[in-house]
């Protein structure tokens, strides 16, 4: 069972940047693959981007590429999202969540593959 804290959300000028980090604990953290997720009010949660295992893949959402930066420390871990040219558009809350590396169910940006998730942490972005 892996237990997911996200941090770092908060509120920023348009333009601005901030970097989340998601603190697992209770499984074997390399086996997992990462992603992000956002829900805007109103709107349905989305994918914003994804990070194998071993670091070697990751993907995004169109409209944040070249602008947010997805990683993770297994040492540590954790997994991070640079955010940086935030929008307004961007505000939402973002979802840290997980996936054994075996699950092939549906796609990186599936919700459906993830079966571990965080609690979110507020991003809003200030015009």
């Known amino acids: 069972q892996v237990q997911l804290v996200e941090s770092g959300g908060g509120l920023v000028q348009a333009g601005g940047s901030l970097r989340l980090s998601c603190a697992a604990s209770?499984?074997?953290?390399?086996?997992?693959?990462l992603g992000w997720f956002r829900q805007a009010p109103g709107k349905e949660r989305e994918f914003v981007a994804h990070?194998?295992?071993?670091?070697?893949?990751?993907s995004y959402l169109d409209s944040v590429k070249g602008r947010f930066t997805i990683s993770r420390d297994n040492a540590k871990n954790a997994v991070y999202l640079q955010m940086n040219s935030l929008k307004p558009e961007d505000t939402a809350v973002y979802y840290c969540?997980?996936?054994?590396?075996?699950?092939?169910?549906?796609?990186?940006?599936?919700?459906?593959?993830?079966?571990?998730w965080g609690q979110g942490t507020q991003v809003t972005v200030s015009s």
């Open positions: 969540a997980a996936h054994h590396r075996l699950v092939r169910s549906g796609t990186p940006s599936s919700e459906s593959r993830y079966g571990y």
């Open positions: 209770g499984g074997t953290f390399s086996s997992y693959n």
């Open positions: 990070i194998s295992w071993s670091a070697s893949t990751t």
